[in-house]
């Protein structure tokens, strides 16, 4: 039988796609190697044919090993539009190929090109603010093992963005592309990570108007929160990674020694206070420890009143872990099945931003598309529709320039 959006997402994570020589992308969005690197598939749009959400986004691996194996090819053309054929079963699915932004080949009045600056994934704005993440320069070096920044930050992107060429590119995403979200992260900057990321949040707030998320390191002063809050931070989000302390250990070993695990999930509890509910959230990566270990971070992080956002482990090209392979279908499925229960028995409202989709990841609100239809899910479900709608002048008012 063929899988409905959320599963066709989920198996192309975990396999990749072949993406033959003689497919036409001319006019799509660039394959870029940019922040930690996870971006550098191929952006696809799939129609869900559900009323739960009209489409969702996926960054498809191609260019890692295990892609080339994929039963997963791109048949299509500008002109004819796209599909991905399972070649083992036939199935064909349409997809869409979105385009390259307007502003993808302009450059800031300082003349930096903009896809240097922020990147679209899915459709939201993705810009690494601060310098390279301070992991990479330490000795020996101490970044994730998954993560590329130290690769990326200077050689695909620029090594320093200004304050006025970040709000140049916000401004033509936000006009041109329908950019509802600005995404800010950073890394590892020793204390400074808030402190350099704050006039950033300024300016988009004061001459652009953007729903701001920021994602750093966490900050042993949780006054810093309040500060940031203040200024009109949007979403907070923490990567804890990976639940078992060893296998945090192992796998972000800066982490580990510089901030210790706990603070990750003791920051995302203060700030889960600090921010309306679904406005926080914790990252963890499935795929690299046990599956168990992935369920409890997900389980301890909604109980801290945050919301899981899971990434499906990618071997990224020139990452420590590229010989690894990427995880199972059948348990990516049960965690993606797990993050849905455990946001519904917490009253997570889930997908309400507009217009916040992320490619990177399995959505939790994709997640819906995987639930057994019963009368919890329909209440969940409305309850959700109602949370968006009574969100909607909030968020129109949080988009409007505070200058
Ligand atoms: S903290 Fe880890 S994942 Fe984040 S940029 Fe640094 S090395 Fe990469």
Not at 60 to 67: I, K, M, Q, T, Y
Not at 70 to 87: D, H, K, Q
Not at 139 to 150: E, R
Not at 263 to 288: H, K, N, W
């Amino acid at each position: 039988m063929p899988l409905n959006a959320c599963e066709l997402e989920i198996d192309l994570f975990c396999n990749g796609m072949v993406l033959p020589a003689d497919v036409d992308l001319a006019g799509a969005r660039a394959m870029t190697r940019t922040r930690a690197g996870l971006g550098s598939g191929l952006e696809i749009v799939i129609p869900t044919g559900s009323l739960l959400k009209d489409e969702i986004w996926v960054n498809v691996p191609v260019v890692e090993s295990f892609a080339k194996h994929s039963p997963y090819v791109l048949r299509g053309a500008p002109s004819t539009g796209y599909s991905i054929v399972e070649r083992r079963t036939g199935d064909c699915y349409p997809v869409r190929v979105p385009e390259a932004p307007s502003w993808a080949t302009r450059e800031t009045s300082r003349g930096v090109p903009m896809t240097r600056v922020g990147v679209l994934q899915g459709t939201y704005l993705a810009i690494y603010a601060n310098p390279v993440c301070a992991f990479w320069s330490m000795s020996p070096q101490m970044n994730c093992k998954f993560c590329t920044t130290g690769h990326n930050v200077g050689e695909n992107e620029a090594a320093i963005k200004s304050i006025d060429d970040v709000v140049e590119t916000c401004q033509a995403a936000k006009a041109e592309s329908g950019v509802t979200f600005v995404h800010l992260n950073g890394g590892y900057q020793g204390s400074r990570g808030i402190e350099f990321i704050k006039p950033y949040v300024k300016a988009i707030k004061d001459r652009v108007g953007l729903l701001v998320g920021v994602q750093l390191a966490p900050e042993k002063e949780f006054a810093k929160y309040d500060e940031l809050v203040a200024m009109g931070v949007d979403h907070l989000s923490f990567c804890v990674e990976l639940n078992d302390p060893d296998w945090f250990a192992a796998i972000c070993p800066g982490k580990a020694k510089v901030h210790g695990q706990a603070l990750y999930f003791d920051a995302m509890q203060y700030c889960a206070t600090l921010l309306p509910r679904g406005a926080v959230s914790g990252e963890v990566i499935v795929g690299i420890e046990p599956i168990e270990q992935t369920l409890k971070a997900v389980d301890r992080i909604v109980d801290l009143g945050a919301f899981p956002t899971v990434c499906v482990f990618r071997p990224t090209v020139g990452s420590d872990l590229r010989r690894f392979g990427p995880p199972s279908y059948a348990d990516v499925r049960q965690v993606m099945e797990h993050v849905y229960a455990a946001c519904r028995t917490h009253w997570m409202p889930i997908g309400v931003a507009p217009n916040v989709e992320v490619s990177l990841v399995v959505n939790p609100d994709d997640t819906a598309l995987l639930a057994a239809r019963t009368a919890g899910f329909y209440v969940y479900e409305a309850y959700r529709r109602m949370a968006r709608l009574a969100a909607g002048p909030m968020f129109r008012a949080r988009m409007r320039p505070a200058a």
